[in-house]
């Protein structure tokens, strides 16, 4: 079973500065997906951002964007330039190239201070 | 193109009682995926459909829960007999084919379900 581990319940940034969320993975696999989710206090699940372990290059997505490290398992978000909007639960999570099922870190709650 | 639609929103139950969760997947989609999420918690996965089949039930509790997504209608979650337990986000998603699979699924707005 894969397991992802995010180890910041909550961060706290100041309006246009710069927060990087942390995010660890375990799996035997060689092909498989990352994502950042995000989760307003709407609740709804937006996906931010996705990446294909078979690349190298990060992914960007605007002001999202990731540093993967795949020998580390590691696959953290950068946020640039907070917004308020920005506000919300980040969720880390894994899937399989060949599966369906995702699996999600705990997540860690962002507050953008204006 | 509506995205993946969920009702209702919010969904209040007194233990003993059954509730009913709806999903109609984007159009064009055929699997449908229903996610449970307590509180303060990750989404964790529940069971897999497609058309007049589940594929794989295997976050399922074994008891109470059932799924179903019809030929016709949309998927529907069902728990018997609610216990406080069960008070949660439920969080449907869908994707279209396999094969063209991106690893990407697309979620509705999620169903929250209280049991008083």
């Known amino acids: 079973a894969q397991t992802v581990t995010q180890s910041q319940p909550e961060m706290s940034v100041q309006e246009a500065e710069t927060v990087t969320l942390s995010c660890t993975y375990d799996?035997?696999?060689?092909?498989?997906?990352l994502f950042w989710y995000k989760q307003p206090p709407s609740r709804q699940m937006i996906l931010v951002i996705r990446q294909e372990a078979y690349k190298q290059q990060n992914a960007t997505e605007n002001r999202f964007s990731v540093n993967f490290q795949k020998a580390a398992k590691s696959f953290s978000l950068k946020i640039s330039d907070s917004q308020l909007g920005d506000t919300a639960m980040y969720f880390c999570a894994f899937m399989l190239s060949n599966d369906y099922k995702l699996s999600f870190g705990a997540g860690t709650t962002v507050t953008v201070r204006a | 193109n509506a995205g993946v639609m969920q009702n209702p929103r919010h969904l209040v139950r007194r233990r003993g009682q059954e509730a009913r969760l709806r999903c109609s997947p984007m159009k064009g989609h055929s699997h449908v995926y229903w996610y449970r999420q307590l509180p303060e918690e990750g989404l964790k996965f529940m069971v897999y459909?497609?058309?007049?089949?589940?594929?794989?039930e295997s976050g399922m509790p074994k008891e109470r829960f059932s799924a179903e997504f019809p030929k016709e209608g949309p998927s529907i979650l069902r728990i018997q007999q609610v216990v406080r337990g069960d008070s949660a986000a439920y969080f449907c998603?869908?994707?279209?084919?396999?094969?063209?699979?991106?690893?990407?699924?697309?979620f509705g707005e999620g169903s929250r379900l209280t049991v008083l």
């Open positions: 998603a869908s994707s279209p084919r396999t094969d063209l699979n991106t690893g990407e699924l697309f």
């Open positions: 459909l497609q058309k007049e089949n589940i594929i794989d």
């Open positions: 799996t035997s696999e060689n092909n498989y997906y």
